[in-house]
C-alpha cells in the first residue's frame, strides 16, 4: 500500500490567497483526520470523517478554514483567505476500525508557508 | 472531553542509558494507547500500543506500561541509540463512544540520545 498521500509537500503563497490541501487517505480506511503542527502549539486535531462524514470539527480555528470529504479516497483542507499565522505543518492521517480502535497512519504532511 | 499530560518536555540520555516517558489522561474510558516517533522533518509514526485489558506491552528495546487504576502510561527505551532521539508523542482513545477512532495526543517529548 502507498500509505496516506498528500499534496503539495510544500506551498508558499502570499497572504490573502486561497491554499488547498489535499489528502489520499489508505484504501479501506474508514476514519480520516487533519491536523496541523507548529512548535507553539504542537499537533492540533482540526477535523475528522467517519466513513466520510464530518465528526468533530471543534479544532478548525476560524471560517477561514474548511474540509470535504466527497468520497472514501479523496479530502481537502481549505484556507481561504490565508494569514501568515495559518504556516505550519498540516499532516493528513487515516485509520480503520478494527477490533478496537487502530492506529492513525500519518500521510508525509504539506509545509505551508504564507508570506 | 479527554486530556493527555506528558512529560517530560525534553529528555537528554547518554547513549545506552534508559529512558522513560509518562503520560496520564483523564477519561477512565479511554482504552487504547498507542505511541508515535517523529523524526524531524518527517511524519508521526506508531512504535508500539496498549489496549486496556494488558498492563505491559514489549518490542525488543521499546516497553509501554500502563497502569488503568491510576491513569497512566509510561514508554521505556533501552539501550539508546543515537537513532532514538526524536520526538515522541503519547495518545489516548476510547472505543465505544461518539468519539470511537479518535485520539487525543500529549504535547510531545523531546529526546536527544548523546553519542
Known amino acids: 500500500d502507498a500509505g496516506v498521500i498528500q499534496s503539495p509537500r510544500h506551498e508558499v503563497t502570499e497572504m490573502g490567497q486561497e491554499v488547498t490541501l489535499r489528502c489520499k487517505p489508505i484504501?479501506?480506511?474508514?476514519?480520516l483526520f487533519w491536523y496541523r503542527q507548529t512548535m507553539m502549539r504542537g499537533l492540533e486535531l482540526l477535523i475528522y470523517?467517519?466513513?466520510?462524514?464530518?465528526?468533530?470539527d471543534s479544532g478548525m480555528p476560524e471560517d477561514r478554514f474548511s474540509a470535504k470529504m466527497p468520497n472514501a479516497s479523496f479530502s481537502t483542507l481549505k484556507i481561504q483567505p490565508s494569514e501568515p499565522r495559518d504556516s505550519a505543518v498540516y499532516f493528513c492521517a487515516s485509520s480503520f476500525r478494527g477490533v478496537g480502535n487502530q492506529p492513525q497512519h500519518f500521510g508525509d504532511g504539506t509545509r505551508l508557508s504564507i508570506l | 472531553g479527554e486530556n493527555v499530560e506528558q512529560h517530560p518536555s525534553t529528555l537528554s540520555v547518554q547513549e545506552g542509558d534508559s529512558a522513560v516517558i509518562k503520560c496520564t489522561y483523564s477519561?477512565?474510558?479511554?482504552?487504547?494507547f498507542p505511541w508515535y516517533k517523529q523524526e524531524l522533518g518527517k511524519r508521526p509514526q506508531l512504535i508500539i500500543d496498549?489496549?486496556?485489558?494488558?498492563g505491559e506491552k514489549k518490542d525488543q528495546r521499546i516497553a509501554v506500561t500502563l497502569n488503568k487504576t491510576a491513569k497512566h502510561f509510561s514508554l521505556h527505551i533501552t539501550e539508546t541509540q543515537p537513532e532514538d532521539s526524536a520526538v515522541y508523542f503519547c495518545?489516548?482513545?476510547?472505543?465505544?463512544?461518539?468519539?470511537?477512532?479518535?485520539?487525543?495526543f500529549g504535547d510531545g517529548t523531546t529526546l536527544t540520545v548523546k553519542p
Open positions: 496498549i489496549r486496556s485489558n494488558v
Open positions: 484504501s479501506g480506511h474508514d476514519y
Open positions: 495518545a489516548a482513545s476510547e472505543e465505544d463512544n461518539t468519539n470511537a477512532g479518535k485520539s487525543t
Open positions: 477519561d477512565s474510558a479511554s482504552n487504547y
Open positions: 470523517f467517519n466513513n466520510n462524514v464530518p465528526i468533530d
